[in-house]
């Protein structure tokens, strides 16, 4: 059995024994983001009142240069609101269509800041396109933890897998808690299909491999979206699927698809797509935890633009 086969059997085994026991079932609530149509989470064990963050958005105007905390403030007020002690805030990968709140949640709730450990080899590919210099650490330093494939850990009684999922970029985990699963880019809900594969280190063989580790868990596991982009022909946005639903609907990756057929389609897909709107800004932040660089000796903090860089 290879190692991907025991992390994906012990996921299993914690999705099922969490789905009879609800105990081991976290309360989650979700704050949408119009704006960067990212969700976050709240997920959080009822009986300890220990919480998880998921995702969180820092708020980023590109006209004016300035950042706000109106969502991550409606999250403080949900944590402060329900009582409930943050342990993690947790990222699922470098996102580049919006900035982390993590640091700012963490000086006002606490928490420890986590992401994959390969987000080392998004650093260093990022660190050389913004010329971000040597007191830039490309080793993950800037978090307080950084998850490998099969790493596990609790958010109060609820246990929590992670699963190195890779494609979407090098670095991008999902996190198994209890019986529900937070995919961030790696798939959407069915009528959207998938996440891109063309960043710097992203592969869409890779994607596929890991879309079908996600879906070969129990048919009834809840799966959470980072986002969601309304396609055509629905009015309503929406975050949360099944294992079942993805693999009976997604239009990029139901059961039935080859791995050759989703190359296609994906790397094709993708070279019509242009990059996210806050993409500059917003991995040049997210590399470092969510911390803004240092500020020049004028005592603002600046964000590159690299021009025609290759």
């Not at 789905?19 to 149509?37: C, K, Q, V, W, Y």
């Amino acid at each position: 059995m290879s190692a991907n086969d025991t992390v994906l059997e012990a996921a299993t085994e914690q999705v099922l024994h969490a789905a009879a026991d609800a105990a081991l079932r976290p309360e989650i609530a979700s704050f949408f983001d119009p704006a960067t149509f990212t969700v976050t989470y709240v997920v959080s064990d009822p009986a300890t009142r220990e919480a998880a963050i998921i995702d969180s958005v820092l708020d980023f105007d590109p006209n004016s240069g300035r950042t706000a905390t109106e969502s991550a403030d409606k999250v403080i007020d949900h944590i402060t609101s329900h009582n409930l002690k943050v342990k993690w805030l947790l990222e699922t990968h470098a996102h580049a269509d919006h900035l982390s709140a993590a640091p700012y949640l963490q000086e006002k709730i606490g928490g420890e800041i986590a992401i994959g450990a390969e987000i080392a080899t998004v650093q260093n590919v990022f660190g050389k396109l913004f010329n971000a210099g040597t007191e830039f650490e490309r080793d993950g330093s800037q978090f307080d933890a950084l998850f490998k494939d099969g790493d596990t850990f609790t958010i109060g009684n609820v246990p929590v897998t992670v699963m190195h999922v890779p494609g979407h970029t090098p670095a991008d985990i999902a996190y198994v808690v209890g019986d529900a699963v937070f995919t961030g880019d790696t798939m959407f809900m069915p009528d959207y299909g998938t996440a891109r594969a063309d960043f710097p280190g992203g592969d869409a063989r890779t994607l596929f491999r890991s879309l079908r580790r996600i879906l070969s868990l129990p048919p009834e596991t809840r799966l959470f979206m980072c986002h969601d982009y309304l396609p055509k022909g629905r009015t309503t946005y929406v975050w949360e699927t099944t294992v079942a639903a993805e693999r009976e609907g997604n239009i990029h990756a139901h059961d039935g698809i080859t791995e050759d057929e989703f190359v296609q389609m994906r790397e094709a897909r993708d070279a019509t797509l242009d990059m996210p709107r806050l993409i500059l800004p917003a991995v040049q932040v997210n590399m470092r935890a969510g911390h803004l660089p240092p500020a020049d000796e004028n005592g603002v903090t600046y964000l590159k633009i690299p021009v025609n860089a290759v």
